[in-house]
């Protein structure tokens, strides 16, 4: 699982989940790019993926925005002279049920979750068929795969992010770039600190492990998927959960 000298761009890399992959990736040899819109927390990222011997940036990215993401891109492959590996981790939840649910809020989830993963993809894909190489992993989630009441958007967007991962898998497997998803059922950050105690105790009693899942559950899952040892998998969706699936 060595991702030595391979550079990874990892969004929404300044917290939770991506900071952990952020530092899962350097710590097994890649140079990371992490890129949030959070700038002064992916600085922290970035200067503890430095206190490892690695090389890291911090960028201010709203990944909504093409532009900036193919900006992002450039000043990422000026500086390290190739992108190998890019994490598309940025997320948000609006939550509500559908009849409640705002125009501004599906919009909003839609374009973070999911137009965010294009935009990213479609702007380092130059760079990995340039090199030959490229791990595409992108964050979905259970709830992608079976639904859940009250976040018709953000559903939504994760299966969406899985349609996108098996289509992009299908158009660059003959230049030697794979594209996975990983399925994270219920993992504790900030992210899920907002649930009510009733909703975290409904969700524990369908986890057969007795406990929740950790960031780190999550990234030695994408660092698998971003190493040579995952070269013959393309379009797969790796489920992170010991959540009843039903
Ligand atoms: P988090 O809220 O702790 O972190 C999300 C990060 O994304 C933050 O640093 C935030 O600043 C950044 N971000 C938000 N909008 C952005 C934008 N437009 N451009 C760039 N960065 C942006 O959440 P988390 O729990 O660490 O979630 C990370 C990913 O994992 C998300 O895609 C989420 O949907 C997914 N996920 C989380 C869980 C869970 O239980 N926590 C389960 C399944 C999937």
Same mark, same amino acid.
């Given at each position: 699982m060595n991702v030595t000298g391979r550079i990874a761009l990892v969004t929404g &890399?300044?917290?939770?989940i991506g900071r952990s992959i952020a530092e899962k990736l350097g710590s097994y040899g890649a140079d990371v790019a992490v890129a949030d819109v959070n700038l002064e927390k992916a600085t922290e990222v970035a200067n503890s993926i430095k206190a490892m011997g690695r090389r890291a940036m911090a960028l201010k990215l709203d990944v909504t925005n093409l532009k900036e993401c193919e900006e992002a891109a450039e000043k990422i492959f000026k500086e390290?002279?190739? %992108?190998?590996i890019l994490v598309n981790n940025a997320g948000i939840t609006r939550d509500g049920l559908v009849l409640r649910m705002t125009e501004e809020d599906w919009d909003l989830v839609m374009n973070v979750n999911l137009k965010g993963a294009f935009n990213c993809t479609k702007a380092v894909l130059k760079y990995m068929t340039k090199a030959r190489w490229g791990r595409i992993v992108n964050i979905a989630s259970v709830v992608g795969v079976v639904g859940n009441a009250g976040q018709a958007n953000y559903s939504a967007s994760k299966a969406g992010l899985i349609g996108l991962t098996k289509t992009i898998a299908r158009e660059f497997a003959s230049r030697n770039i794979t594209c996975n998803a990983v399925a994270p059922g219920f993992i504790e950050t900030a992210m899920t600190d907002a649930l009510t105690e009733n909703v975290k105790k409904d969700l524990m009693d369908r986890i057969p492990l007795g406990r929740l899942g950790g960031p780190a559950d999550v990234a030695n899952g994408v660092l698998f998927l971003s190493s040579?040892?995952? &070269?013959? %998998?393309? &379009?797969h969706v790796l489920n992170i959960t010991s959540m009843a699936m039903q």
């Open positions: &890399g300044a917290q939770g390290f002279e190739a %992108i190998h040579n040892a995952s &070269g013959y %998998i393309t &379009g």
